[in-house]
């Protein structure tokens, strides 16, 4: 099979919404649909179409059906260890029968790309500690930091 990758477009709205909510997709993934309302999905997906909003989104298509198989998010901010803007790889998903087959490569190398070419110093993620799978491609394409994430309890 053969992969296009490229940045997200309107036409690819129902498609994507699907990859990220739909049955078997990202939100279902990380158990967090109760997380995720409708709202947050139509914003989501307006930032990466707003030219304003540092917030992006790049696709990967079957070449052969035209469809989406799987997508990576990412935004860049400002860093204080840094003076160039540092890239966050936000999400990164392919769909469980395209996996394995190098897409998520492509996807993560499309974002070193695009990080490249928004003058960004550095690019990285996070990614669940029990996420074995994903993490045998992460130590081929890029490097433990050594820091572990913390975050604010919930609000009560």
Same mark, same amino acid.
């Given at each position: 099979?053969?992969?296009?990758?490229?940045?997200?477009?309107?036409?690819?709205?129902?498609?994507?919404?699907?990859?990220?909510?739909?049955?078997?997709?990202?939100?279902?993934?990380?158990?967090?649909?109760?997380?995720?309302?409708?709202?947050?999905?139509?914003?989501?997906?307006?930032?990466?179409?707003?030219?304003?909003?540092?917030?992006?989104?790049?696709?990967?298509?079957?070449?052969?059906?035209?469809?989406?198989?799987?997508?990576?998010?990412?935004?860049?901010?400002?860093?204080?260890?840094?003076?160039?803007?540092?890239?966050?790889?936000?999400?990164?998903?392919?769909?469980?029968?395209?996996?394995?087959? %190098?897409?998520?490569?492509?996807?993560?190398?499309?974002?070193?790309?695009?990080?490249?070419?928004?003058?960004?110093?550095?690019?990285?993620?996070?990614?669940?500690?029990?996420?074995?799978?994903?993490?045998?491609?992460?130590?081929?394409? %890029?490097?433990?930091? %050594?820091?572990?994430?913390?975050?604010?309890?919930?609000?009560?």
């Amino acid at each position: 099979m053969s992969v296009i990758i490229r940045p997200i477009e309107q036409k690819d709205k129902e498609e994507w919404i699907n990859l990220w909510t739909g049955p078997k997709g990202y939100i279902e993934f990380y158990k967090s649909s109760d997380k995720i309302t409708p709202e947050i999905t139509e914003t989501t997906f307006k930032r990466f179409l707003d030219p304003q909003n540092p917030t992006y989104c790049n696709i990967a298509v079957n070449s052969e059906t035209g469809k989406l198989i799987g997508f990576a998010t990412y935004l860049t901010h400002t860093n204080t260890w840094a003076l160039e803007d540092s890239c966050y790889l936000n999400d990164l998903f392919v769909s469980e029968s395209n996996r394995l087959g %190098g897409v998520g490569r492509k996807l993560i190398e499309s974002v070193y790309e695009a990080a490249d070419k928004l003058g960004c110093a550095k690019t990285y993620w996070h990614t669940q500690f029990e996420n074995h799978r994903a993490q045998l491609l992460y130590v081929k394409v %890029g490097v433990k930091d %050594g820091f572990l994430k913390y975050s604010r309890p919930l609000k009560k």
